[in-house]
């Protein structure tokens, strides 16, 4: 299986704020989700993908080359829509005709369809969501290789939601497409997504394969005194309240080993971000 995206030791300064040394690979097949809290890094990391910023170390290989020579094969869909509200979509799909050589109308329209978007309705009649669907419907219809996915489910309701991470890992189904998605929604990302990468501002502080990362992780509630009686190393954060303590631990299995009368119970990516961001411990 090929890589579809390779970033090495990526960095990027800015006067308040530096993404520094960011590694991440996106394997064919593959969706990775980028979860984080706001200014931690995603949009910038996006950002030098797709050359709107230009790092100042580290390299970006999209599919086996430069990102720039590789654009034509990438799409774009951002937290909101780059479309005019005053455009409808028979008129975004005679844009796009025009910069896309590899542009099918056919598969727009059919996305059209599927989506239930009215070709000659006015943009600025669309609901958040079917704004959104349209962006999707125009990044999937130049028939990209790779998808890069700024918040695209932000702001929309469940069921539009589940509709639209239907349709990414229909595209990865093709092991010749890869997905870089960042959201705040983990829920999104905990269906959807085969690998996760953590970023806390602007550096990299947990990476791995989805099912692995929660599989190894776990909770725990305990008290002051059992808290004050562990070793650290085994934590990743951990959170006091006035009765007693949540805790999330680094390795599921071993803490049972060394803790047996502690219960430990399984985490999700949102207990991850949580307490390493805003844990006692980090």
């Given at each position: 299986?090929?890589?579809?995206?390779?970033?090495?030791?990526?960095?990027?300064?800015?006067?308040?704020?530096?993404?520094?040394?960011?590694?991440?690979?996106?394997?064919?097949?593959?969706?990775?989700?980028?979860?984080?809290?706001?200014?931690?890094?995603?949009?910038?990391?996006?950002?030098?993908?797709?050359?709107i910023a230009h790092p100042d170390e580290g390299t970006i290989t999209?599919?086996?080359?430069?990102?720039?020579?590789?654009?034509?094969?990438?799409?774009?869909?951002?937290?909101?829509?780059?479309?005019?509200?005053?455009?409808?979509?028979?008129?975004?799909?005679?844009?796009?005709?025009?910069?896309?050589?590899?542009?099918?109308?056919?598969?727009?329209?059919?996305?059209?369809?599927?989506?239930?978007?009215?070709?000659?309705?006015?943009?600025?009649?669309?609901?958040?969501?079917?704004?959104?669907?349209?962006?999707?419907?125009?990044?999937?219809?130049?028939?990209?290789?790779?998808?890069?996915?700024?918040?695209?489910?932000?702001?929309?309701?469940?069921?539009?939601?589940?509709?639209?991470?239907?349709?990414?890992?229909?595209?990865?189904?093709?092991?010749?497409?890869?997905?870089?998605?960042?959201?705040?929604?983990?829920?999104?990302?905990?269906?959807?997504?085969?690998?996760?990468?953590?970023?806390?501002?602007?550096?990299?502080?947990?990476?791995?394969?989805?099912?692995?990362?929660?599989?190894?992780?776990?909770?725990?509630?305990?008290?002051?005194?059992?808290?004050?009686?562990?070793?650290?190393?085994?934590?990743?954060?951990?959170?006091?309240?006035?009765?007693?303590?949540?805790?999330?631990?680094?390795?599921?299995?071993?803490?049972?080993?060394?803790?047996?009368?502690?219960?430990?119970?399984?985490?999700?990516?949102?207990?991850?971000?949580?307490?390493?961001?805003?844990?006692?411990?980090?």
């Open positions: 299986m090929k890589n579809i995206l390779e970033i090495s030791h990526l960095t990027k300064h800015y006067d308040s704020f530096t993404l520094e040394d960011v590694s991440l690979t996106v394997p064919g097949g593959t969706i990775l989700g980028l979860i984080g809290e706001n200014g931690a890094g995603k949009s910038t990391l996006i950002k030098c993908v797709l050359g999209a599919l086996g080359t430069d990102p720039e020579a590789a654009k034509a094969h990438i799409g774009v869909v951002m937290d909101e829509s780059l479309f005019h509200d005053q455009l409808r979509p028979k008129q975004v799909e005679k844009i796009m005709a025009g910069l896309w050589p590899t542009w099918d109308k056919a598969l727009f329209d059919s996305y059209l369809d599927k989506f239930g978007l009215p070709a000659d309705k006015l943009i600025k009649e669309f609901s958040r969501g079917m704004k959104m669907k349209l962006s999707i419907a125009a990044a999937l219809s130049h028939h990209p290789k790779l998808l890069l996915l700024d918040e695209a489910t932000g702001g929309l309701d469940p069921v539009v939601r589940d509709e639209i991470l239907e349709e990414f890992m229909a595209f990865v189904s093709d092991e010749n497409h890869g997905i870089l998605i960042s959201s705040h929604i983990t829920s999104d990302l905990e269906k959807a997504c085969d690998s996760v990468a953590y970023l806390h501002k602007g550096k990299l502080v947990l990476a791995g394969e989805k099912d692995e990362l929660l599989a190894r992780h776990g909770r725990i509630a305990c008290t002051k005194a059992q808290l004050a009686a562990m070793d650290p190393d085994h934590l990743l954060g951990s959170r006091t309240y006035l009765y007693g303590v949540e805790a999330v631990v680094r390795d599921r299995a071993a803490f049972r080993r060394l803790y047996p009368d502690i219960p430990v119970d399984p985490v999700s990516l949102e207990d991850l971000m949580v307490f390493t961001a805003k844990g006692d411990m980090k």
